[in-house]
């Protein structure tokens, strides 16, 4: 082919993907003969959302659009795992709705992560046969049939030459899920299998191996077990698809003449792949590479403001004088207000049994005004859509589960505390309910997560599953890690930093009493911890359960980072359910034990 400079920007993307026209450029667009489009570490993460990525569907636009021009030549779509577990929209039915939304995107293959097998080995074999692409689990073997879980590896013949792929799993899946979901499972050690499996493509004339990969480059992952571990061993692989690490790579890594790329996560970020078969004897150079980012994704957000008149409903407070035969609590019914609202706005009131006729009171009243008011609606320019398939199926999916997300889970004869100027402040209810289910399930020694991942309150009455995904939205696993004291000290000292203002990296405790004196100087204002009425051990090592956010160091909590990981659970919001229903909301719970207690 008579080929020239490449244009691999944003810029030929998107009139790709909106179909405009522009003016001719002079420099002729580079031909490939492979693009391949991959994210990583989705965590059920299907839908676009505030804190999470693009979703599936704009994945598919992406892929479906760059085939539309030849230039690209064939396009591949690739996961590398880590995909059918994580949210509550995948783990209602177990991983189904996922496979169905991969389905639609027209993905091609997929790796798997150490999540992916949190349904169990016997789920999992289920959901294989669902999926219309292939999953390539080459080091992963059923220790009953000596078999690998999906395929070993594929072969495709692309514009005459023969490309190889296959995948590889962590062995870390053995403690990173719950090992009774992986009792029958071997991993292969993945240079091994690695070497053993690009001999076979070598056999077959294969001229370009790609590796779809569960590995990460994670420095608490021995290196053997790294995607940088692989291309030092196995130099004949040409480009690993790697994930598990989480790690947005903005440019190819390039170890051992093998090339390196991963997304980051949630779909937070799209890789783009493109290979030139005619300059294989280049190595590396033969693949171009770029990260798309969720905002060059989504487009330029813009808002556009109108000013109206709107109807609102606004508080206000109101005069009542006392008449004779007037209590209270006749006028909190009266006016539809809580004894306690009308109390909270009249602080001379001593004795709510005991108000003189003639005395007014402020009676605080919604009432209807009408005002004018400015709304902004925010748009985005030169975004690539969902595509219709796949969004149609999501919006299905999510029909379907809103009869699950209003079963009843359990009871509670008050309200569980999670608003944020509570859990940012201190300590609640609801907190502590969720930092007991995780000792409980886990059966660590220690429970600690952050205020600020309580996102609402729990209202007296029925339980459903929709309440506690309101509660815990992120999708967030539970994880253990084996930390000394003085580790434990550190984080603490680190939630408390702040204390008494709002900090939504409040630690929020179970297994513990901590006092501490908020007016000492930052790092040393925890006084005392308290571990089963005895002085916590600074150098002994104690069994903590943390969320996985905590666990990498988020929300600054570097010493939880620094901790070896024991073991991996399902999400928090599946943690709290099972817990309700297993042990219900008992009374004692309406007051709020004093764990982290500060003193003078």
């Known amino acids: 082919m008579n080929k020239s400079v490449k244009i691999f920007g944003v810029f030929g993307l998107l009139l790709a993907v909106t179909g405009c026209s522009s003016t001719r450029v002079s420099n002729k667009e580079k031909d490939y003969e492979l693009t391949i489009v991959h994210v990583n570490d989705v965590h059920g993460r299907a839908k676009e959302g505030k804190y999470d990525g693009v979703g599936y569907g704009r994945v598919a636009t992406i892929a479906k659009n760059l085939e539309m021009d030849k230039k690209n030549g064939k396009v591949i779509m690739m996961d590398g795992g880590d995909t059918i577990?994580?949210?509550?929209?995948?783990?209602?039915?177990?991983?189904?709705?996922?496979?169905?939304?991969?389905?639609?995107?027209?993905?091609?293959?997929?790796?798997?992560g150490n999540h992916d097998f949190?349904?169990?080995?016997?789920?999992?074999?289920?959901?294989?046969?669902?999926?219309?692409?292939?999953?390539?689990?080459?080091?992963?073997?059923?220790?009953?049939?000596?078999?690998?879980?999906?395929?070993?590896?594929?072969?495709?013949?692309?514009?005459?030459?023969?490309?190889?792929?296959?995948?590889?799993?962590?062995?870390?899946?053995?403690?990173?899920?719950?090992?009774?979901?992986?009792?029958?499972?071997?991993?292969?050690?993945?240079?091994?299998?690695?070497?053993?499996?690009?001999?076979k493509l070598q056999k077959e004339k294969v001229k370009f191996i790609v590796v779809v990969a569960h590995l990460g480059d994670d420095s608490s992952t021995e290196k053997k077990y790294q995607s940088i571990g692989v291309a030092e061993a196995v130099p004949e692989i040409n480009i690993i698809i790697d994930g598990h690490s989480h790690t947005p790579l903005s440019e190819k890594k390039v170890v051992n003449g093998v090339t390196i790329v991963q997304t980051g996560e949630y779909s937070k970020n799209v890789g783009v792949v493109k290979v030139d078969f005619d300059m294989l004897k280049k190595g590396s150079l033969a693949i171009d590479y770029r990260l798309m980012s969720k905002q060059e994704i989504l487009g330029e957000e813009s808002v556009n403001k109108a000013t109206f008149k709107k109807k609102v409903k606004e508080l206000t407070l109101k005069d009542y004088t006392i008449k004779p035969g007037d209590t209270l609590l006749k006028v909190s019914r009266e006016y539809s207000v809580s004894l306690d609202e009308i109390l909270k706005y009249n602080k001379n009131i001593k004795n709510p049994n005991n108000i003189e006729i003639?005395?007014?009171?402020?009676?605080?009243?919604?009432?209807?005004?009408?005002?004018?008011?400015?709304?902004?609606?925010?748009?985005?320019?030169?975004?690539?859509?969902?595509?219709?398939?796949?969004?149609?199926?999501i919006e299905r999916i999510d029909k379907d589960q809103r009869a699950i997300t209003e079963v009843k889970v359990g009871k509670s004869e008050f309200k569980l505390e999670g608003d944020r100027s509570v859990v940012r402040n201190g300590e609640s209810n609801l907190a502590q309910l969720i930092t007991d289910a995780m000792i409980w399930k886990t059966e660590a020694d220690i429970a600690i997560t952050n205020g600020g991942g309580i996102r609402a309150s729990i209202n007296e009455g029925d339980i459903t599953v929709g309440d506690v995904i309101s509660v815990l939205p992120f999708g967030n696993y539970v994880i253990t890690k084996e930390l000394t004291g003085q580790q434990i000290k550190d984080a603490l000292e680190h939630g408390l930093r702040a204390y008494p203002e709002s900090l939504g990296g409040l630690?929020?405790?179970?297994?513990?009493?901590?006092?501490?004196?908020?007016?000492?100087?930052?790092?040393?204002?925890?006084?005392?911890?308290?571990?089963?009425?005895?002085?916590?051990?600074?150098?002994?090592?104690?069994?903590?359960?943390?969320?996985?956010?905590?666990?990498?160091?988020?929300?600054?909590?570097?010493?939880?980072?620094?901790?070896?990981?024991?073991?991996?659970?399902?999400?928090?919001?599946?943690?709290?359910?099972?817990?309700?229903?297993?042990?219900?909301?008992?009374?004692?719970?309406?007051?709020?034990?004093?764990?982290?207690?500060?003193?003078k």
């Open 85 to 112: 577990h994580g949210t509550t929209f995948a783990t209602l039915n177990k991983g189904e709705s996922m496979i169905e939304v991969l389905n639609g995107a027209g993905l091609d293959y997929m790796a798997l």
């Open 118 to 199: 949190n349904y169990g080995e016997k789920r999992l074999k289920e959901l294989l046969p669902k999926a219309e692409f292939t999953v390539l689990g080459s080091n992963v073997v059923d220790k009953n049939t000596g078999k690998v879980i999906g395929k070993e590896y594929d072969i495709q013949e692309i514009d005459g030459v023969k490309v190889g792929f296959f995948g590889l799993s962590t062995p870390e899946t053995y403690y990173k899920t719950n090992p009774k979901n992986i009792e029958n499972i071997r991993f292969i050690d993945p240079i091994v299998a690695a070497k053993s499996i690009v001999k």
């Open 358 to 393: 003639g005395n007014v009171y402020k009676i605080p009243v919604m009432e209807e005004v009408t005002k004018t008011v400015t709304e902004g609606t925010t748009v985005r320019k030169n975004g690539i859509p969902e595509d219709p398939k796949v969004k149609e199926i």
């Open 507 to 599: 630690c929020q405790i179970a297994g513990l009493e901590v006092k501490f004196n908020p007016k000492n100087t930052e790092g040393k204002k925890v006084v005392s911890i308290k571990k089963d009425g005895r002085d916590l051990d600074l150098n002994r090592t104690y069994l903590v359960a943390t969320n996985d956010f905590m666990a990498a160091g988020g929300d600054g909590y570097s010493s939880l980072k620094d901790g070896k990981e024991v073991g991996h659970f399902p999400g928090l919001d599946e943690v709290l359910i099972e817990y309700i229903k297993e042990n219900g909301i008992s009374s004692n719970r309406k007051t709020v034990e004093k764990r982290i207690i500060p003193v």
